[in-house]
C-alpha cells in the first residue's frame, strides 16, 4: 500500500513518529501546508484527507497508508487557480497569507459538506436543508484562525464562491 | 517524542492481543494522543491503530441506536438518525472543537479524552497528580477558571473536557466494552471516575479492554438540545454546558434527562434535579430551586466560583426554551 498525495503514491514512512505535516514538507517538499502551532489549534495545516478536511500535524503519516490525501498544491496553483484562490485574492482574505493554504482547503471541504446538508452548531433546524449565511461560514471556519484578521475576507470569498455554485 | 512501533488492527480480538501488556496505546483520529506524545505526557511503546474497527451506526431492535467505537464525531453528528431522534447529541458534537478535529475524532477516542487541564499538559513545569501520582497539583493554587466546581479532590480539579460526552450521560448511553476476560457494558454515567486520591485512573476500563460500540437506548424526551457557554463563540473548550431533554404534559414535568459539562471531572448528570423537577412545574422557579440543590455540594475555586450562577441560568435558559410554546 502506499499514501496518495495529490495523485502521486508516497510510501508511508518507516518511522511512526512522522506526522503527516512533516511528510509533506520536509520530505516530499509540498511546503503549502504550514507548521502553525503544531497542536491542533489554528488550522493552518489543514488538507483533505479522501476529501474531508483533517489537520496534519495531529495525523500519524503510517496512518494514512491506503488513503488519499489532497494538498493545497494539488486543489489549484497560479496556472489553474481553484475558485476559491481567485476569490479570496479578490476580497483581501488574507494578508500575510501564513493561514490561507489551511483556509482554502477547509473552505473547499466546507462547501461540500454543505451540499450534503451537514448542520452545524449555528443551524437552527438540524434537519432542513442548509441555508448558506455569514454565520454558518463563521461557525463553520472557526477551527482555521487568521491572525491578520483577514476574516471578513475571507467569509466574502468564501460566500461568493457558494453563490457561483448555487447559480 | 520517544521511537513507537505502529500496527494496525484488522479486529477487535487483533487489538486486544497487540495492546495487551506492555505501554502499548489504542490510536483512534489521534487528535489528543499524537499531541500528548509531542509534549511527552503519553509516551507509549506502540500504537495499535483501532480506526479500521467498526464504525457502523445501527438502529437497534428497542429502537435505538448502536455506534461503532472508530465512527467519526462527524459521522455520527451528521446521521439522520442522530439529528431527527437525538438532536441533543448532534448539537454536543457539533459544539465540540473544530470541523477538521470532529473528522478525525472517534467515538472511542472521545469518551477516552484526557483532561485539558495546562497543568496536565506541562511536563516540565508543573505538578500534576494525574500525569505523576503523588506529585502534588499546582492547578488548585494556579489559573483554575476551567476548572471542576463539583465532584473534584484535593488531588485533581480538572474537568472531562468532551462535549459529547455530555448529552451520552443524559441520554443514558451504554459503552460496549471487549477484554481479555470477555465483553461487558458500562453505563456511561458509571463509564468516567471522580479522581479522589487516584486521579490517573480515569475510566473504568481495565488494561486489556477497548471500547467497540456505544449503545444509545430509545430517546423519551419530546424535545432535546445541548448549549454551551465558552470563552470565544466557536472553537474552545466549555465553561458550562448543558444537555437536556423534556417531555412536558399539561404543564408537569414527564420526563427529564440533564447533564452538565465544564464543572465537574466527568459529564456531570444532575440525578438531584431531575428527581426534584421529576412530576412537578415547569417553571423557572422550579428549575433554579433544583438546581440549587443539585449544586449544594459544589466546592468552587478562586478563579471559577462564578460557574455556579453560570450553570443555574444556563439551566434554566435551556429549560425554559425546551418548554416554552415558542415552537
Known amino acids: 500500500m502506499a499514501i496518495r498525495i495529490n495523485g502521486t503514491d508516497v510510501a508511508a514512512p518507516d518511522d511512526a513518529r512522522v506526522s503527516l505535516l512533516d511528510l509533506l514538507r520536509e520530505r516530499l517538499h509540498l511546503t503549502g501546508s504550514k507548521v502553525g502551532c503544531n497542536q491542533g489549534a489554528c488550522g493552518a495545516c489543514t488538507v483533505l484527507v479522501d476529501g474531508e478536511r483533517a489537520l496534519s500535524c495531529l495525523t500519524l503519516a503510517v ?22 484562490q481567485t476569490a479570496f485574492i479578490e476580497h483581501d482574505g488574507f494578508q500575510c497569507g501564513y493561514c490561507t493554504p489551511g483556509q482554502i482547503c477547509a473552505a473547499a471541504a466546507m462547501l461540500r459538506e454543505i451540499e450534503a446538508g451537514v448542520p452545524s452548531y449555528v443551524t437552527l433546524d438540524l434537519t432542513a436543508p442548509v441555508l448558506l449565511s455569514r454565520e454558518e461560514v463563521r461557525e463553520r471556519m472557526s477551527g482555521n484562525l ?12 468564501i460566500l461568493q464562491v457558494a453563490a457561483e455554485r448555487a447559480a | 517524542m520517544n521511537p513507537v512501533s505502529y500496527h494496525r488492527a484488522s479486529s ?14 489504542l490510536l483512534g483520529g489521534g487528535t489528543n494522543l499524537v499531541d500528548l506524545m509531542r509534549k511527552g505526557v503519553e509516551r507509549p511503546s506502540s500504537l495499535v491503530d483501532v480506526t479500521t474497527l467498526s464504525d457502523a451506526i445501527e438502529e437497534t431492535s ?12 462527524s459521522a455520527v453528528a451528521a446521521h439522520p438518525q442522530v439529528r431527527s431522534r437525538y438532536p441533543m447529541l448532534a448539537r454536543a458534537i457539533l459544539a465540540g472543537a473544530s470541523a477538521q478535529i470532529r473528522n ?15 497543568y496536565f499538559q506541562d511536563v516540565a513545569g508543573a505538578r500534576c497528580n494525574r500525569r505523576t501520582p503523588g506529585s502534588g497539583c499546582d492547578a488548585a493554587g494556579g489559573f483554575n477558571r476551567y476548572h471542576a466546581i463539583i465532584g473534584a479532590s484535593p488531588a485533581c480539579v480538572a474537568t472531562h473536557p468532551s462535549d459529547m460526552c455530555v448529552a451520552l450521560a443524559a441520554l443514558d448511553a451504554r459503552i460496549q466494552v471487549a477484554g481479555t476476560r470477555g465483553a ?9 471516575r ?11 476500563i481495565e488494561p486489556g479492554e477497548l471500547i467497540v460500540a456505544v449503545e444509545i437506548p430509545p430517546s423519551h424526551f419530546a424535545r432535546s438540545t445541548y448549549r454551551k457557554v465558552r470563552d470565544r463563540a466557536s472553537y474552545a473548550f466549555a465553561l458550562v454546558s448543558v444537555a437536556a431533554g423534556l417531555t412536558v404534559k399539561a404543564g408537569r414535568i414527564e420526563e427529564i434527562g440533564i447533564a452538565f459539562g465544564g464543572i465537574a471531572p466527568k ?5 438531584k434535579a431531575e428527581t426534584a423537577l421529576r412530576g412537578g412545574p415547569a417553571t423557572a422557579q422550579a428549575f433554579e430551586a433544583a438546581l440549587a440543590d443539585e449544586l449544594a455540594d459544589a466546592t468552587p475555586l478562586p478563579g471559577n466560583a462564578f460557574k455556579i450562577e453560570l450553570a443555574q441560568r444556563t439551566l434554566s435558559a435551556v429549560l425554559s426554551e425546551l418548554s416554552g410554546s415558542d415552537r
Do not use: K, Y
Open chain 1, 63 to 84: 496512518q494514512m497508508d491506503g488513503r488519499s490525501v489532497t494538498t493545497i498544491e494539488g486543489l489549484g496553483g497560479a496556472e489553474e487557480p481553484h475558485a476559491l
Open chain 2, 104 to 118: 478525525m475524532a472517534t467515538m472511542g477516542g472521545n469518551l477516552m479524552q484526557r483532561p485539558r487541564c495546562l
Open chain 2, 184 to 192: 461487558r457494558t458500562i453505563p456511561i454515567v458509571d463509564f468516567h
Open chain 2, 12 to 25: 477487535i480480538d487483533q487489538a486486544i492481543q497487540m495492546v495487551e501488556g506492555g505501554r502499548g496505546r
Open chain 2, 62 to 73: 428497542e429502537g435505538g441506536l448502536l455506534i461503532g467505537a472508530a465512527a467519526r464525531n
Open chain 2, 267 to 271: 459529564p456531570w448528570r444532575a440525578f
Open chain 1, 146 to 157: 487568521c491572525r491578520c484578521g483577514a476574516h471578513n475576507g475571507i467569509v466574502d470569498a
Open chain 2, 194 to 204: 471522580l479522581p479522589g486520591e487516584r486521579p490517573d485512573l480515569e475510566t473504568e
